[in-house]
């Protein structure tokens, strides 16, 4: 048997799994916790995934390995292949000012037509230009740039800095497309040297994107190592997810992303025209909003996920229901920052536990069909939807989806969808060709739906709209 592994470094934590690269069957895990904040050390990663590797049993019996990882964050290096300050992660938002002033500079409509996206605070350029206002003796010492997963995969080859087996040698960096397109300076024409020079100020060595299937060189072991991926094209691969499925993951915030052939531009910036790992696209859609509006209703009610949601099967949706805006810490789609969340409809025979219990799901669902609704205004063809995350098992989210959605649901059994899908690389690097991993515990909810409910969440949003 033919051993991969996956890596997924992530905000909060290294998962590493280790797969049958014939079935994708997992044969052992491991996991490392992450330094907590919005800015980190890179050697906090490279210490997490040795011990992630370390906790799934080491990688003397594996043949390859891949790492997706967190997108857009900013790892800055001298000339000497040193880390030269703390990188700024996807959620550090200081550099709001600076995509600001990008999209000033440049335009919204180049900016997409160009890259894919337009400049916010996650992207990499913005967190740039902000290095070059904030800290001009730190940008000026910048001889490259590279995303979390590029300098990991950078480091397991046995690159690095002064000390490192291999040396300091920054034309050794590789990507992947799917995570050079959340740069802002790279689109599916390549590298944008001028925009890259406008958030920093000046050339330095950029990783060299790799094709879908190209390798990224050996460990010093011998461990051959794939091009890797972010985050979200990792999930895609690890859920067997391809044209014409959508991806509506519900975690702390909620992203919908989808699979096509053909690249997208939105010069609003709300859908972000990222691409995948194989070589299509991924166009994607994120919300501030997610399983925390869930959080807070169960503490509201003084009751436990499974309890809310058997409470809000209780109501059904009609006329004279409650709605809930879930706009709880503003909002990015539709981008209103400053928005807080309502609740609107209440009557005294609609206040009741059963009716806000399902208000809470219904309009946490609505927000993230807002953003499936983007999608496909951008003309992506979808015919079914995969549900992922830890509250899509809940039979009160799916359920509730599927009177909330128009298309047939999928919910997969709960699983490290970014490691495996990373996994599933590596494995796809050694045979040259993608493996046929099937998916296991699937649950097919049938299409319910109400269009009542998103009718009465779009009346109550009205007033929100940017």
């Known amino acids: 048997m033919t051993l991969v592994a996956g890596v997924d470094s992530s905000t909060q934590s290294c998962k590493v799994v280790i797969a049958d690269a014939a079935t994708g069957r997992i044969v052992r895990t491991g996991r490392a916790t992450h330094p907590v904040g919005t800015e980190v050390d890179p050697e906090a990663w490279w210490q997490a995934l040795q011990a992630a590797i370390a906790d799934a049993g080491g990688l003397d ?23 030269i300050r703390p990188a700024l992660l996807w959620n550090d938002t200081r550099s709001a000012a600076a995509a600001r002033d990008l999209i000033a500079e440049v335009g919204a409509e180049a900016y997409a037509e160009r890259t894919g996206v337009v400049p916010v605070a996650s992207f990499t350029a913005t967190k740039l230009r902000w290095l070059r206002g904030a800290e001009p003796e730190n940008a000026a010492r910048v001889a490259a740039v590279a995303l979390p997963h590029d300098w990991l995969t950078w480091r397991l080859r046995g690159y690095g800095p002064e000390g490192s087996p291999l040396g300091p040698v920054l034309d050794e960096l590789v990507t992947d ?13 390549g590298y944008q040297p001028d925009l890259f020079e406008r958030a920093l100020g000046h050339t330095a060595v950029l990783p060299r994107v790799l094709g879908a299937l190209e390798r990224a060189g050996t460990t010093p072991s011998g461990v051959v190592l794939g091009p890797g991926a972010g985050d979200n094209a990792g999930a895609a691969l690890g859920l ?10 519900i975690g702390t915030s909620g992203t919908v992303f989808a699979v096509t052939e053909t690249p997208i531009a939105d010069a609003s910036g709300t859908v972000a025209g990222f691409a995948d790992a194989t070589g299509r696209f991924l166009p994607l859609v994120a919300t501030l909003n997610a399983a925390r509006v869930l959080d807070a209703f169960a503490g509201l009610l003084g009751v436990d996920h499974d309890e809310l949601g058997r409470l809000a099967l209780e109501a059904e949706p009609g006329p004279a229901s409650p709605v809930l805006v879930p706009y709880f810490e503003g909002e990015r789609t539709p981008n209103v920052p400053d928005a807080t969340a309502t609740l ?45 995350g830890g509250a899509a098992r809940n039979p009160s989210v799916s359920g509730i989806a599927a009177q909330v959605f128009d298309l047939p649901i999928v919910v997969p059994a709960p699983g490290e969808y970014v490691a495996l899908g990373a996994a599933r690389q590596a494995a796809a690097v050694l045979a040259g060709d ?8 699937e649950i097919v909810v049938p ?6 409910i998103r009718a009465r969440y779009a009346n109550a949003t009205l007033g929100f709209r940017p």
């Open 344 to 388: 609107s409809g209440l009557t005294l025979a609609s206040t009741t536990r059963p009716a806000v219990a399902r208000a809470a799901i219904e309009g946490m669902l609505c927000g993230l069909a807002a953003g499936l609704d983007a999608i496909r205004d951008q003309g992506v063809e979808l015919h079914r939807l995969l549900l992922i």
């Open 434 to 441: 993608w493996p046929d991993w099937a998916a296991a515990g």
């Open 447 to 452: 299409v319910d739906t109400r269009p009542e």
């Open 177 to 189: 497309r799917s995570d050079a397109s959340g740069t802002a300076y790279w689109g599916s024409a």
């Open 240 to 249: 067997g997810a391809t044209r014409g499925d959508g991806v509506i993951s």
């Open 61 to 83: 019996d594996v043949a390859a390995v891949s790492i997706a990882g967190q997108q857009h964050g900013m790892v800055v290096l001298d000339a000497q292949g040193a880390v």
